[in-house]
């Protein structure tokens, strides 16, 4: 089927930047919206940005002027920028998309990974 991979996690200072990335891979016949959101502990998941097939996108109000998503749709990548990190952006980062493959269209999820921001 297919497979959602995130790197890019680390821990860093407040003010710090991280570029996650989320590789698809699998039988892929297009991918339509991606999306990050991220988990913090004992809080409920977050829909963090979107980017559409074509080029618009959108932002938490959390997150706008400080983190930008984009994609490289020949590598089937999703990427977000991540500038000015304070410490409640601390959370597992979890890509999502929407994908169709040779048996139809559906949601995919990565497994996250761990974004720590502290001093």
């Known amino acids: 089927q297919v497979q959602l991979v995130e790197s890019g996690g680390d821990s860093v200072q407040p003010g710090g930047s991280l570029r996650l990335s989320c590789a698809a891979s699998?039988?892929?016949?297009?991918?339509?919206?991606m999306r990050w959101y991220r988990q913090a502990p004992e809080q409920q998941r977050e829909l963090v940005a979107v980017?559409?097939?074509?080029?618009?996108?959108y932002y938490a109000d959390s997150v706008k002027g400080r983190f930008t998503i984009s994609r490289d749709n020949a590598k089937n990548t999703v990427y977000l920028q991540m500038n000015s990190l304070k410490p409640e952006d601390t959370a597992v980062y979890i890509c999502?998309?929407?994908?169709?493959?040779?048996?139809?269209?559906?949601?995919?999820w990565g497994q996250g990974t761990q974004v720590t921001v502290s001093s």
């Open positions: 999502n998309a929407d994908v169709r493959t040779p048996r139809g269209l559906s949601g995919y």
């Open positions: 699998g039988s892929i016949v297009s991918i339509y919206s």
């Open positions: 980017i559409g097939a074509g080029v618009s996108t």
